[in-house]
């Protein structure tokens, strides 16, 4: 089965250090989100592409999150600096953009900020 | 700002019992609804609601979208152990011209917990 491909599973850190989490998408598909999960907050978009541009980011906080996809096989989720209120999982999806259904999440990035 | 609701937050029951799982939303744009199971890991799909009225089933779940009552139920018979996890419900809401799909605003979900 094809799959979305996060890495790392696991990241602890210590607050003011950079985060990057890294998203291959299912090959072919052209959408590509970013979510955070936490227990307060569930699920909240935080970023989303299509054909690798940037659709809406408006979930992301700017000043310290930046989302990127630098070719179609590849999404990056960076934070600087790192706060321990980002703790978080962090999800990517990806799909075939042209419906609301077929949309497959990766495993998550398990972020602890320390 | 869109806003989702579910009901209960958890649950805990038996096996063999049924349960009921209610979605409420208030979105803009609204499109489709969609509900996802999590068990440890990520979200999978389960069903998308796009017209009032209409149930959706899967072997022992099943679902139906009131779009007059901003609402979503999803069904479970006969539960099992495996059924255990957190169901989600998730609006599509695009943006004004239409073309974002997949653009989904999720609630906090409702942990079921099925007892042997």
């Known amino acids: 089965d094809a799959r979305v491909t996060q890495t790392p599973r696991h990241k602890v850190t210590e607050m003011g250090q950079e985060v990057t989490m890294r998203c291959q998408p299912i090959?072919?598909?052209?959408?590509v989100f970013w979510y955070r999960q936490t227990m307060m907050q569930g699920l909240e978009l935080l970023a989303y592409?299509?054909?690798?541009?940037?659709?809406?980011d408006s979930g992301m906080p700017k000043d310290r999150f930046s989302a990127e996809m630098p070719d179609a096989t590849l999404a990056t989720l960076k934070i600087q600096p790192s706060e321990p209120r980002d703790s978080a999982v962090y999800f990517c999806?990806?799909?075939?953009?042209?419906?609301?259904?077929?949309?497959?999440f990766g495993s998550g990035t398990r972020l602890t900020v320390v | 700002e869109d806003k989702v609701v579910q009901s209960p937050l958890s649950l805990v029951v038996h096996e063999g019992d049924t349960v009921t799982l209610n979605c409420s939303y208030e979105?803009?744009?609204?499109?489709?609804l969609l509900w996802y199971k999590q068990e440890k890991k990520a979200p999978t799909f389960l069903f998308m609601l796009?017209?009032?009225?209409i149930e959706k089933k899967s072997g022992r779940l099943s679902s139906i979208l009131d779009k007059k009552e901003l609402s979503s139920i999803l069904n479970i018979t006969a539960t099992q152990t495996g059924d255990s996890a957190i169901y989600l419900c998730?609006?599509?809401?695009?943006?004004?011209?239409?073309?974002?799909?997949?653009?989904?605003?999720f609630g906090q979900g409702t942990i079921l917990t099925v007892h042997p």
């Open positions: 999806a990806s799909g075939p953009g042209a419906r609301d259904y077929g949309y497959t």
């Open positions: 090959l072919g598909h052209n959408t």
């Open positions: 592409f299509r054909n690798r541009a940037p659709l809406d």
């Open positions: 979105v803009t744009n609204f499109r489709s």
């Open positions: 796009t017209s009032s009225g």
């Open positions: 998730a609006p599509s809401s695009p943006n004004a011209g239409g073309t974002s799909y997949g653009k989904l605003t």
